[in-house]
């Protein structure tokens, strides 16, 4: 079973920066995808950014030129430098990867517990 712990989190004024590591450990599996995704109170959980294996990125429209997504694929870890960020920033952040896993000889989703941003204006 895949895991992921994510660090990082916490309160920051507008403006400010945050940066969040995940690690993902747990048997023999190989990662491709990690990334982050968030959810905000009475929202559904949304996109934030994803890096493949050969550190092709994807950010979503709301963070771009903000957020820099980087990973490293021999430590299996994924982080999120956070610069200028604004209140609709806050929510709690998941760590995801898309691993897959010898032990079942499938791959899977996985999820972290997710780590709470607050961006106060």
């Known amino acids: 079973q895949v895991q992921l712990v994510e660090s990082g989190g916490g309160l920051v004024q507008a403006g400010g920066s945050l940066r969040l590591s995940c690690a993902a450990s747990?048997?023999?599996?190989?990662?491709?995808?990690m990334g982050w995704y968030r959810q905000a109170p009475g929202k559904q959980r949304e996109f934030v950014a994803t890096?493949?294996?050969?550190?092709?990125?994807n950010y979503a429209d709301s963070v771009k030129g903000r957020f820099t997504i980087s990973r490293d694929n021999a430590k299996n870890t994924v982080d999120l430098q956070m610069n200028g960020l604004k209140p609709e920033d806050t929510g709690v952040y998941y760590c995801?990867?898309?691993?897959?896993?010898?032990?079942?000889?499938?791959?899977?989703?996985?999820w972290g517990q997710g780590t709470q941003v607050t961006v106060s204006s």
């Open positions: 995801y990867a898309r691993a897959f896993s010898f032990a079942r000889a499938a791959s899977g989703d996985y």
């Open positions: 890096i493949t294996t050969s550190e092709i990125k």
């Open positions: 747990g048997g023999a599996f190989r990662v491709n995808y």
